[in-house]
């Protein structure tokens, strides 16, 4: 299905390696041109590189800046001004114990208010956050609750336009950071490498349906439909892509 994105661009936050990359991936496969964001210049311009040649009609962009800094936040937005879709994925996922976290922890985002104004003047953008089904690490499911809050209020200021803003709350999908902790959870044990993702999934994700890790390709397309001019129904919504875990009908 041709999605009716080329030409225009997208701004992926943390899009160097797992569901970030996927997500540039499979939106410059429709022909966007992706700025791709991390925070080591030469990992950017590799996976620029990457996207230029496997979609050559397309124009993917450098964007290295460590969005926990204002400083950097700020350079960013000089350098691109003006985005069409704004992919917030970018997300910290390290377990810390409630008391250990810092202030500094707790601010560390990036603010959507600076391009809003600009989609709402041309009548067209798409905000997306990345967030999770995850939520028993106090940091983590706070600033993904935040996500949902955040999407909901600023879609109530995009009324009757063609701007949305929604969620997407992937499940546990086998990024390289996953398949690091699955290697370190298992290596010492008796279980094949063949068995590891299985065993996860029955013993850490027992109420999935399909029982198995997504893949980041999967998030990138689902991803790629709601940054797209056909999803223009969807408003405020928390998108659900984790394999069933939700046990209810809501
Ligand atoms: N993996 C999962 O199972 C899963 C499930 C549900 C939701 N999610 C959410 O999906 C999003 C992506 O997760 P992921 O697992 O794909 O992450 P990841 O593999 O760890 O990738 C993180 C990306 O963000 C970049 N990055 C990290 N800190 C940055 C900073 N301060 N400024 C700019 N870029 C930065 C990294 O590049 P550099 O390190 O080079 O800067 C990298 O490109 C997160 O919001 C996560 O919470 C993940």
Known sequence: MEL???????LVT????????????????EGTNVI???????????????????????TPQAAAYDLSQDSQRQKLFKAF???????????????????????ETWQKFIDVKFYLPKMLAE??????????????MPQYSLTKTMNLSLAKSLSKLTKGTHVTVNTIMPGSTLTEGVQQMLT???KNTELPEAEWESDFMKHHRPLSQIQRLIRPEEV????????SPYSSSF??????????????IF
């Not at 009716?4 to 997208?10: E, F």
């Not at 009548?123 to 028993?136: K, L, M, P, Q, T």
């Not at 408003?235 to 209810?248: C, I, M, N, Q, Y």
């Open 123 to 136: 009548n067209f953008g798409r905000i997306i956050f990345i967030a999770s089904e995850e939520a028993v």
């Open 220 to 227: 990138g397309r689902f991803t790629a439909f709601v940054a």
């Open 184 to 186: 370190d959870m298992y």
């Open 14 to 29: 943390g899009s160097t390696k797992g569901i970030g990359k996927a997500i540039a991936n499979e939106l410059a496969k």
């Open 4 to 10: 009716g994105l080329k030409g225009k661009t997208a």
């Open 235 to 248: 408003s405020g919504e928390a998108l659900r892509l984790d394999g069933g875990l939700v046990p209810t």
């Open 81 to 103: 001004p003006q985005v069409d879709i704004l992919v917030n994925n970018m997300g910290i996922f390290k377990p810390m114990n409630y008391f250990d976290i810092s202030e």
């Open 36 to 58: 791709v964001n991390g925070r080591k210049l030469e990992v950017v311009q590799q996976v620029v590189a990457e996207l230029k040649k496997k979609f050559p009609e397309t």
